[in-house]
């Protein structure tokens, strides 16, 4: 699979990863103590949503109005969405957004650096040339903020333990490499030989199960702490989609994380189905001791 952001920015899967972004850095600040946020594939951090629409040549349908367009609308909903819909509201408004529709979309760097204190510390590596200059330009000047043109998993093995000696990181790669879940996998045991305690969130496609389900049992062979992964579908597997749904796996998730990020999604699975069939799993890989 090769998953180009910028053309699914604000989709129905960067909803579901935001959001429990969200509620993993709110975790982390339960405590005074700083900490140190990697992001390891970071993109270019900040999506115009007007160039959705333009693919490499040809024209294609945006993704965003299935997406956070629906969050941008709808009543009612949850104090974790409400948080994440401020977030994205307040910089579509800096970047010059009119407010009745998004048109600036925040990347994982961006909604990271709106919530962190002066005591938290933040990472952002990017190894695409384009993308990285384009996350150098918003994030140079950003504090406590260090911007590298780097390999993400590489990242991982350069950059733990942080001083904090606290740490969330988050894995979102792009999917372009065929062996890229064996590459997370060896991004996790390099991480928790470097500091156990760490929590790594790491996004994913769900196109095969297959595959899904070989990544768990490699994972199960590491000796895993607590580790949890949450999923959405918006249809069910007859709806013909190329990805249907996408998850996020948490490894040595925050208290209580597990059960807000289910209710998350089931929330979401309501607000955001294209077809019937859709819903929210969890499914814990190593239980909480």
């Known amino acids: 699979m090769n998953y180009r952001h910028r053309f699914h920015a604000g989709n129905f899967a960067d909803v579901m990863k935001h959001v429990l972004l969200v509620q993993l850095v709110r975790a982390m600040q339960r405590k005074e103590k700083g900490f140190f946020f990697l992001d390891t594939h970071a993109g270019r951090g900040a999506y115009d949503l007007a160039a959705a629409a333009k693919g490499d040549s040809l024209e294609r349908a945006p993704e965003w109005p299935g997406g956070v367009r629906k969050v941008w609308v709808q009543e009612g909903v949850s104090e974790a969405l409400r948080e994440y819909r401020e977030i994205v509201r307040q910089f579509d408004a800096e970047n010059g957004g009119k407010g009745d529709t998004p ?47 780097m390999d993400g998993y590489a990242a991982v093995r350069a950059m733990l333990p942080p001083l904090e000696r606290r740490a969330l990181v988050l894995i979102d790669p792009p999917f372009e490499a065929v ?64 990805m249907r749904g996408c998850g996020v796996l948490v490894v040595n998730p925050p208290w209580k994380f597990a059960e807000a990020a289910e209710s998350v999604a089931k929330e979401l699975a309501r607000l955001l189905a294209v077809a019937p069939g859709g819903g929210a799993r969890v499914e814990w890989l190593v239980e909480e001791r």
Do not use: N
């Open 103 to 149: 048109r600036f979309y925040p990347g994982s760097p961006a909604i990271a650096r709106a919530l962190m204190r002066v005591q938290d510390r933040v990472a952002l590596c990017e190894k695409h040339p384009e993308e990285f200059a384009a996350l150098e330009e918003r994030f140079c000047f950003a504090p406590r903020t260090a911007v590298r043109e």
């Open 179 to 242: 062996d890229e879940f064996a590459l997370v996998a060896g991004a996790i045991r390099e991480g928790l030989a470097r500091l156990a305690q760490g929590v790594f969130a790491v996004w994913y496609p769900l196109t095969e199960r297959a595959r899904i389900e070989t990544f768990f049992a490699e994972l199960r062979t590491l000796e895993l702490p607590s580790t949890v992964a949450v999923e959405l579908t918006i249809a069910g597997e007859r709806a013909g989609l190329k």
